[in-house]
C-alpha cells in the first residue's frame, strides 16, 4: 500500500517530484475546503513534508508519524507537541551551510562599500560629473558572531580570508575554536565592528540583539542578519539607523517578513535581501533531497539522517 504524505505549501519541483515518485503526495495548499478534507483524511496521512507545523494540524493527523522539514530552522514547528505525540522531526542542516556563508560575506561587502547603491548612482546617470564617495572595507575590523553553529564557523572561515578579526557569543564557550569567546553580548556588541546574527530563531532568541546591543554595537557598528527577523528589536532598529546611532544594517531576514519596515527603503545605511541566504540551485536541490532521504530512512525502519526530534 503507498505510504500517503501531505505538504500544506510548495516545495522545490525536483524535491516535489522526487516525493511523487515514492508517495501518494496530498496537497493541502491547493485543497479548497481544507478543514472537510482533513476531517475526511486525515487518518490516512502519515508523514508531512515541508514546514510550518503546529498543534491544531497535528490534531488532525493522529497517524503522523514524521514531519520532514525543508529548512536548516525548525521553530515554526511545535517541537513540544511532537515530541509528546511520538512524531519525529528532520531539518536539513549542513547542505546550506556554504550558501548562507557566501552570501553573509557577500551582504557585508555590499554594505561596507555601498554596491547596489552605487549600481544605482551609475544607472541614474548621477556618474560622470558626480563622486560617488569613500567608503569602508572589510580588512582589519572585527566581526562578533552571534551563533558559532555549523553556518557560523562557515562565516567564520571566510571573514579570517577577508583578514578579519573574529570573536563570538553563544549559550556555551566551544574550546576547539581559535576565536575569542563572550559571555555578554552588549560586550561583545561594542567590541566589534560587524554583528552577524546566525543564532536559531524561537522564544529562546527572541529579541536577543536588544536596543542596548545594538547603542553597543554604536554609530560606526555594523549590523548583519541572516537568521529571523525575530532575533532583533526591529523598531529600535529603524530608530538607530534612522538617527546615526546605528552604522548600517544588511538584512537578509526581517521580524514580519515578507512585509518590510517602509522606514528602512530610503535608507543610503541599508542592503535588503529578500531572505535568500540558501536561494541557490544547487543548495536547494540538495535540501529536497535531504528531506525525501529522511522520509526514506523512517519509512525503512533506518536511523535518521538528520532528527530534531
Given at each position: 500500500?503507498?505510504?500517503?504524505?501531505?505538504?500544506?505549501?510548495?516545495?522545490?519541483?525536483?524535491?516535489?517530484?522526487?516525493?511523487?515518485?515514492?508517495?501518494?503526495?496530498?496537497?493541502?495548499?491547493?485543497?479548497?475546503?481544507?478543514?472537510?478534507?482533513?476531517?475526511?483524511?486525515?487518518?490516512?496521512?502519515?508523514?508531512?513534508?515541508?514546514?510550518?507545523?503546529?498543534?491544531?494540524?497535528?490534531?488532525?493527523?493522529?497517524?503522523?508519524?514524521?514531519?520532514?522539514?525543508?529548512?536548516?530552522?525548525?521553530?515554526?514547528?511545535?517541537?513540544?507537541?511532537?515530541?509528546?505525540k511520538n512524531i519525529r522531526v528532520t531539518n536539513t542542516p549542513d547542505v546550506l551551510?556554504?550558501?548562507?556563508?557566501?552570501?553573509?560575506?557577500?551582504?557585508?561587502?555590499?554594505?561596507?562599500?555601498?554596491?547596489?547603491?552605487?549600481?544605482?548612482?551609475?544607472?541614474?546617470?548621477?556618474?560622470?560629473?558626480?563622486?560617488?564617495?569613500?567608503?569602508?572595507?572589510?580588512?582589519?575590523?572585527?566581526?562578533?558572531?552571534?551563533?558559532?553553529?555549523?553556518?557560523?564557523?562557515?562565516?567564520?572561515?571566510?571573514?579570517?580570508?577577508?583578514?578579519?578579526?573574529?570573536?563570538?557569543?553563544?549559550?556555551?564557550?566551544?574550546?576547539?575554536?581559535?576565536?575569542?569567546?563572550?559571555?555578554?553580548?552588549?560586550?561583545?556588541?561594542r567590541d566589534s565592528d560587524w554583528l552577524v546574527i546566525i543564532a536559531p530563531g524561537?522564544?529562546?532568541?527572541?529579541?536577543?540583539?536588544?536596543?542596548?546591543?545594538?547603542?553597543?554595537?554604536?554609530?560606526?557598528?555594523?549590523?548583519?542578519?541572516?537568521?529571523?527577523?525575530?532575533?532583533?528589536?526591529?523598531?529600535?532598529?529603524?530608530?538607530?539607523?534612522?538617527?546615526?546611532?546605528?552604522?548600517?544594517?544588511?538584512?537578509?531576514?526581517?521580524?514580519?517578513?515578507?512585509?518590510?519596515?517602509?522606514?528602512?527603503?530610503?535608507?543610503?545605511?541599508?542592503?535588503?535581501?529578500?531572505?535568500?541566504?540558501?536561494?541557490?540551485?544547487?543548495?536547494?536541490?540538495?535540501?529536497?533531497?535531504?528531506?525525501?532521504?529522511?522520509?526514506?530512512?523512517?519509512?525503512?525502519?533506518?536511523?535518521?539522517?538528520?532528527?530534531?526530534?
Open positions: 500500500m503507498t505510504i500517503e504524505i501531505l505538504q500544506t505549501g510548495p516545495l522545490l519541483a525536483s524535491c516535489e517530484k522526487a516525493l511523487a515518485e515514492r508517495y501518494t503526495v496530498h496537497k493541502l495548499h491547493e485543497i479548497a475546503d481544507k478543514d472537510a478534507w482533513l476531517a475526511a483524511n486525515g487518518a490516512r496521512i502519515r508523514a508531512h513534508a515541508g514546514s510550518g507545523v503546529q498543534k491544531p494540524l497535528m490534531e488532525k493527523l493522529p497517524n503522523l508519524e514524521i514531519i520532514a522539514s525543508f529548512g536548516v530552522g525548525y521553530d515554526n514547528i511545535d517541537t513540544a507537541t511532537a515530541k509528546a551551510n556554504d550558501a548562507v556563508a557566501e552570501i553573509t560575506i557577500g551582504l557585508m561587502i555590499s554594505l561596507a562599500r555601498r554596491i547596489p547603491q552605487g549600481d544605482q548612482f551609475v544607472r541614474t546617470g548621477k556618474w560622470p560629473g558626480n563622486n560617488f564617495g569613500l567608503f569602508s572595507e572589510l580588512t582589519g575590523k572585527t566581526v562578533g558572531i552571534l551563533g558559532l553553529g555549523r553556518i557560523g564557523k562557515e562565516i567564520a572561515t571566510r571573514a579570517q580570508a577577508m583578514k578579519m578579526r573574529v570573536v563570538y557569543y553563544g549559550r556555551h564557550q566551544q574550546p576547539s575554536v581559535p576565536y575569542i569567546y563572550y559571555n555578554n553580548l552588549e560586550d561583545m556588541a524561537g522564544k529562546g532568541t527572541e529579541g536577543i540583539v536588544s536596543r542596548q546591543v545594538l547603542e553597543a554595537l554604536g554609530p560606526q557598528g555594523m549590523l548583519v542578519n541572516v537568521a529571523r527577523g525575530t532575533l532583533i528589536d526591529e523598531p529600535a532598529m529603524v530608530e538607530l539607523l534612522q538617527n546615526g546611532g546605528l552604522g548600517g544594517a544588511a538584512l537578509d531576514v526581517f521580524e514580519k517578513e515578507p512585509q518590510v519596515p517602509e522606514a528602512l527603503f530610503g535608507l543610503d545605511n541599508v542592503v535588503l535581501s529578500p531572505h535568500q541566504g540558501s536561494a541557490t540551485n544547487q543548495t536547494r536541490d540538495a535540501m529536497g533531497a535531504l528531506l525525501v532521504a529522511n522520509l526514506e530512512r523512517h519509512f525503512a525502519g533506518e536511523p535518521l539522517i538528520s532528527a530534531v526530534v
